[in-house]
């Protein structure tokens, strides 16, 4: 069976992802397999809206092959591993740009390259089930696929606490972080997605028969959290003022900060700074160059190896040969 499937449904274009045993990791034949796919229901009369979806229930996408991404890495092949963040980060830009209306139809897991496929359309429906994070920092990363341009402007420094310590966002509270436009219970994403399909009214009317508009019920002291730390301008005032917050949530993110890559937290907190008032396609060109350096430092591959190979979740970071001076990092 294919990754990703395409075809027509009615009026609509349908691209399926469709690797479950990997959580539907993106490759790179199955970007351009997407990117070709958008191309040909773009000059397709008969196609008045695309779909994006995955025919696994238990995740969207779990983000790119990073596995693949380290094998390239460790073999030397590093111009290899450029070509799949530069296709990547394309078909990221088409979506963005995308003429025709495009639904993500997002149940389950949808991380790192999951969001570059959803965050950029026009229309994102998530359910209950639904588990939002770019975890990136804690395998010597950085969150990208638009992440510089995305995370900063999400409310309250949210983004800037997904970015930097993996913070996951589920249910309801997408939409108070604004990481999507619609909710539907998971047992009605089928209907919802034939009448799309149909396409018997107005895109709009479908939606809002369908699916709920969500309210802001995310945790008053969450959002506290967030904004008193996360606005800080360096990652050591973001740990001092996390020390000084007496939540369980703060120590949650302390406890991430500490455990991640101190270059890639960096990396990543200049990313966000930088693209705050930046268009998307400066920021993805920005992470383009960051993905260059990432590729080539150790933590990449000793992250991934730790994380997704290993497993054992006890990185070796390549700055701690000696113990991590906090009151250093981030003031430069």
Same mark, same amino acid.
């Given at each position: 069976?294919?990754?990703? @499937?395409?075809?027509?449904? *009615?009026?609509?274009?349908?691209?399926?992802?469709?690797?479950?045993?990997?959580?539907?990791?993106?490759?790179?034949?199955? $970007?351009?397999?997407?990117?070709?796919?958008?191309?040909?229901?773009?000059?397709?009369? !008969?196609?008045?809206?695309? $779909?994006?979806?995955?025919?696994?229930?238990?995740?969207?996408? !779990?983000?790119?092959?990073?596995?693949?991404?380290?094998? =390239?890495?460790? !073999?030397?092949?590093?111009?290899?591993?450029? %070509?799949?963040?530069? @296709?990547?980060?394309? =078909?990221? =830009?088409?979506?963005?740009?995308?003429?025709?209306?495009?639904?993500?139809?997002?149940? *389950?897991?949808?991380?790192?390259?999951?969001?570059?496929?959803? $965050?950029?359309?026009?229309?994102?429906?998530?359910?209950?089930?639904?588990?939002?994070?770019?975890?990136? @920092?804690?395998?010597?990363?950085?969150?990208?696929?638009? *992440?510089?341009?995305?995370?900063?402007?999400?409310?309250?420094?949210? *983004?800037?606490?997904?970015?930097?310590?993996?913070?996951?966002?589920?249910?309801?509270?997408?939409?108070?972080?604004?990481?999507?436009?619609?909710?539907?219970?998971?047992?009605?994403?089928?209907?919802?997605?034939?009448?799309?399909?149909?396409?018997?009214?107005?895109?709009?009317?479908?939606?809002?028969?369908?699916?709920?508009?969500?309210?802001?019920?995310?945790?008053?002291?969450?959002?506290?959290?967030?904004?008193?730390?996360?606005?800080?301008?360096?990652?050591?005032?973001?740990?001092?003022?996390?020390?000084?917050?007496?939540?369980?949530?703060?120590?949650?993110?302390?406890?991430?900060?500490?455990?991640?890559?101190?270059?890639?937290?960096?990396e990543t907190l200049s990313l966000l700074q930088d693209g705050r008032s930046?268009?998307?396609?400066?920021?993805?060109?920005?992470?383009?160059?960051?993905? %260059?350096?990432?590729?080539?430092?150790?933590?990449?591959?000793?992250?991934?190896?730790?994380?997704?190979?290993?497993?054992?979740?006890?990185?070796i970071w390549g700055s701690e040969v000696e113990p991590i001076n906090w009151?250093?990092?981030? @003031?430069?």
């Amino acid at each position: 069976m294919p990754y990703v @499937t395409v075809e027509k449904i *009615g009026k609509a274009g349908v691209i399926g992802l469709n690797r479950p045993k990997a959580r539907n990791a993106l490759n790179l034949d199955m $970007i351009e397999t997407i990117a070709s796919a958008l191309d040909a229901f773009e000059k397709d009369p !008969a196609v008045e809206l695309v $779909i994006m979806r995955s025919n696994d229930e238990r995740a969207f996408c !779990a983000g790119g092959d990073m596995r693949r991404i380290r094998a =390239l890495c460790l !073999a030397g092949f590093y111009e290899e591993a450029e %070509q799949f963040f530069l @296709t990547e980060y394309a =078909l990221n =830009l088409k979506i963005a740009s995308y003429s025709k209306p495009y639904v993500s139809l997002i149940d *389950g897991v949808c991380m790192g390259g999951g969001l570059g496929l959803s $965050i950029h359309g026009r229309y994102r429906v998530t359910s209950e089930r639904v588990v939002f994070a770019m975890p990136e @920092t804690a395998i010597g990363f950085f969150p990208d696929v638009g *992440g510089s341009y995305f995370l900063p402007r999400m409310p309250f420094y949210s *983004g800037y606490c997904m970015g930097l310590t993996g913070a996951r966002v589920t249910g309801l509270d997408c939409f108070t972080l604004g990481l999507s436009t619609h909710f539907v219970v998971s047992e009605s994403q089928q209907l919802l997605f034939e009448a799309l399909c149909d396409l018997r009214e107005p895109l709009e009317h479908i939606l809002n028969a369908h699916c709920s508009v969500g309210t802001d019920l995310f945790s008053t002291v969450s959002l506290a959290v967030m904004k008193e730390a996360f606005s800080q301008s360096t990652l050591h005032s973001i740990d001092q003022e996390l020390s000084k917050l007496q939540y369980a949530e703060a120590r949650t993110a302390q406890e991430s900060l500490r455990s991640s890559s101190p270059r890639s937290l960096q990396e990543t907190l200049s990313l966000l700074q930088d693209g705050r008032s930046s268009y998307l396609e400066a920021c993805l060109k920005r992470e383009f160059k960051a993905a %260059q350096r990432a590729i080539r430092h150790p933590d990449l591959v000793e992250g991934v190896r730790a994380v997704l190979v290993d497993k054992d979740h006890v990185p070796i970071w390549g700055s701690e040969v000696e113990p991590i001076n906090w009151a250093v990092i981030g @003031t430069a």
